[in-house]
């Protein structure tokens, strides 16, 4: 490890400042963010170097096409197409992988970590689909695996829950972790703008891409729910285990009508202990977890409610410390490099003392049936205005054990639109409720479904 | 070092897991929080090893007074009132110091580091007097020093300050630490209820002592802004330094007034650059920055505006993380108690594996004199109803500089209150303004004064 050697003797003209140790960093992927990173680490070198003691220096940077024109100014020396080489290369002290994906960055990572090499990455797919393995692997080879800008972006995240945290039982965590959706959904609420608009607006500004659904879905909800879940309960949860429900189907009526109501529609990302025995170990868990993604009503006295437009929050529950929350940019080139910052500075110290971070995973664990948990419900549904139908729709609900709280009926004329607020009820019999209330003739269509989240306490 | 043998060999009867290293605590102070800690490590004890890997058995507490009764079951084998004796014990592995005030807490802690021993503490008062001093004697011992339940209760803010921002040139921190004059405020804007009332409400419920002087006149707040803003800027920045205003001269008519205009008043710690050159060093500091505590006036679409009641939240911004917020239980055993164990679990491993964190503090700086600051203030002044008044007064404000951009008068008969807004005037022409007006016949009282803080950016 040439660590402590200066600059000079690496054949770069640059003197070094005594007590200064240089890191060289091998990147991986230079778009957005990776692109925001290197031009962070020119900018702030030496502020950086001041506070930190330490100066990082990008020496190889691997990229698709090295050809092609970039933002940054990147010197032509030191880029390469060939990722796996960076996770080798003796001249390369630490790894920040920033290209996302599974494959091939799955295999630079592991190569890295096996070469000794620490990794701070951004990848929230890789993180969320094989966290044990991977953690396994840093283990093994005694050196970090920091993923703190995998959730939530600038917001730290990881390190709370994985440090500070690390002695409280935590009951429940609940996200916004998709800030293309928040914006949608702000300004759906807020401006009155329809779905379609809303959607087209969020591309236009670079929030979404051109194909919305990883966002409008649920699937980037899922892959952080699936890394705080991890992170919450010290036992693997794999993303392709988070039940998810998207935004796609609610329409700005729905919207405006949990607003007069009282509510803000966020969709949230949830990891929530459940109701079964309260047993400390990991495997303990198993089955008794839920982890999920769908939008919901949320009450405007929460904090999450005021979490507006594209920024992320993410709210922790727990035995000791009540609840927490965690608010900040989510996404962006700068505020992602920054919380990569964070990790390779640390990563850096770390492997300078010859230590590295801690991260207990335990077994992979399934969560919980969805049909098992219990919420209240809204429901909108487009019928035939007809006499008889109210009665016909209303049976439904009862015939399933879904007791209703509240019905109103909207529009006019040939259509009209019922909104149903249901007491408690179990995920499976509503499932099925609207099974039946699909396969009616007097219903054209079954519109939005969102779960109606508690008041939270006053925490006086 | 005894960690990795048994308890057996402590000559306890317990079984020990193996793989499972015991952590012998020295805990100095058993009142509200100490109580707290001892009763989670003896409840969750079992959790916390399965995770952590570490049992903590604390086996000396220092009370002033071993025959008192107290709320918590500690066997009186373990109490002693020789504080300085746990700092020094073979069988003490980790000092948590939680005794509080300046001494003999600095003692304690001093001679703890230099006997190697890590020492967790929630003492804003030592931490926001001599924190350079205090650090520096940790760094030679080579053993943690770590005050994270200093600040914010269980919300994580040293460490995201320390570590995920290490890179970050932080440009403000602005937070709402103290939760007895955030729930009198909440009181008086949300039902209406008198100042005075709001005291006496939160004494009753144990959230304001008997004399509520340390909360109300800023004093708490003014220790935290000190200890934020020595994190935020990596220079030493005493609480006697810090500039403070409490909220003793607010009405209730204020605090309503602010809410019609669309704003909450809250009382804010606020650690700010200057707009003095932007250099990386700590000593360019010196005089460049701003750190005070008075009350303001929080646009509602601003986050800290909706922390409510008891809670806390510091907002923090930077060039490249743009804004974040952390927020939850500022006070209390449990969550306080949940903050010193995250530290108590980091600064164990760090011990067993012979690291420990970084904290670099720089030299003692000054703050820049209140005076030199610019904002928008709202003024109340009860004042004689005759004819002329307005015009005088408002002469005031023009003779030092102070251009108004509003005006309201309330009440009838006698007495009137006038409410001024300013546009942005520098605070030492504020200051002698209100001198000016305090010493005019038909001015019976120069009431409020608050500054008014900006709308934040959409981060969209």
């Known amino acids: 490890m040439a660590l402590r050697e200066t600059v000079e003797a690496e054949g770069v003209v640059q003197a070094t400042t005594p007590g200064v140790a240089v890191v060289r960093v091998g990147l991986v992927g230079a778009g957005n963010?990776?692109?925001?990173?290197?031009?962070?680490?020119?900018?702030?070198?030496?502020?950086?170097?001041?506070?930190?003691?330490?100066?990082?220096?990008?020496?190889?940077?691997?990229?698709?096409?090295v050809s092609r024109a970039r933002p940054v100014d990147i010197p032509a020396s030191i880029l390469t197409t060939d990722a796996l080489a960076i996770a080798c290369a003796e001249d390369v002290d630490v790894v920040v992988e920033l290209m996302g994906g599974l494959e091939p960055a799955r295999s630079v990572v592991i190569q890295a970590l096996r070469n000794h090499k620490p990794v701070v990455t951004a990848n929230k797919e890789l993180i969320s689909s094989e966290a044990a393995a991977l953690y396994a692997e840093a283990a093994r080879s005694g050196v970090d695996l920091l993923f703190e800008a995998s959730v939530g972006?600038?917001?730290?995240?990881?390190?709370?829950?994985?440090?500070?945290?690390?002695?409280?039982?935590?009951?429940?965590?609940?996200?916004?972790?998709?800030?293309?959706?928040?914006?949608?959904l702000t300004r759906m609420s807020e401006d009155g703008v329809s779905y379609a608009d809303a959607v087209k607006e969020a591309q236009s500004l670079g929030f979404a891409e051109r194909d919305p659904t990883a966002d409008v879905a649920g699937h980037d909800a899922a892959a952080k729910a699936a890394i705080l879940a991890t992170l919450a309960f010290g036992a693997e949860i794999s993303q392709s285990d988070v039940w998810r429900e998207g935004i796609a189907n609610l329409r700005q009526e729905d919207v405006a009508h949990a607003a007069r109501l009282g509510y803000e529609v966020k969709l949230l990302a949830i990891a929530e202990r459940g109701?079964?025995?309260?047993?400390?170990?990991?495997?303990?868990?198993?089955?008794?977890?839920?982890?999920?993604?769908?939008?919901?009503?949320?009450?405007?006295?929460?904090?999450?409610?005021?979490?507006?437009?594209?920024?992320?929050?993410?709210?922790?529950?727990?035995?000791?410390?009540?609840?927490?929350?965690?608010?900040?940019?989510?996404?962006?080139?700068?505020?992602?490099?920054?919380?990569?910052?964070?990790?390779?500075?640390?990563?850096?110290?770390?492997?300078?003392?010859?230590?590295?971070?801690?991260?207990?995973?335990?077994?992979?664990?399934?969560?919980?049936?969805?049909?098992?948990?219990?919420?209240?419900?809204?429901?909108?549904?487009?019928?035939?205005?007809?006499?008889?139908?109210?009665?016909?729709?209303?049976?439904?609900?009862?015939?399933?054990?879904?007791?209703?709280?509240?019905?109103?009926?909207?529009?006019?004329g040939e259509e009209a639109r019922l909104v149903f607020l249901t007491h408690s009820a179990k995920e499976a019999n509503m499932a099925e409720t609207l099974e039946s209330l699909a396969a009616l003739d007097s219903v054209k269509r079954v519109g939005a479904l969102l779960r109606v989240l508690g008041e939270v306490g006053d925490g006086a």
């Open 33 to 65: 963010v990776g692109g925001a990173l290197f031009e962070l680490l020119e900018r702030e070198g030496d502020a950086v170097a001041a506070r930190t003691g330490l100066r990082f220096q990008v020496v190889r940077v691997a990229v698709s096409d």
């Open 153 to 184: 972006g600038a917001i730290p995240l990881v390190r709370p829950l994985r440090e500070s945290l690390a002695g409280e039982r935590v009951t429940r965590v609940m996200g916004i972790v998709n800030g293309t959706t928040n914006y949608i």
């Open 275 to 412: 109701t079964g025995p309260s047993e400390s170990s990991p495997e303990a868990l198993d089955g008794n977890v839920s982890v999920r993604v769908h939008p919901a009503m949320v009450p405007r006295s929460h904090p999450l409610a005021a979490v507006r437009r594209a920024h992320n929050a993410v709210f922790i529950e727990g035995d000791s410390v009540g609840e927490l929350m965690l608010y900040g940019r989510g996404a962006g080139g700068a505020p992602t490099a920054a919380a990569v910052l964070g990790d390779l500075i640390d990563a850096s110290h770390n492997l300078l003392s010859g230590t590295c971070s801690r991260l207990a995973v335990g077994p992979r664990i399934s969560p919980q049936p969805a049909g098992e948990l219990w919420s209240a419900f809204y429901v909108s549904i487009d019928v035939m205005d007809r006499p008889g139908v109210l009665a016909t729709v209303a049976g439904v609900f009862g015939e399933h054990d879904v007791s209703i709280r509240s019905m109103e009926q909207m529009g006019l």
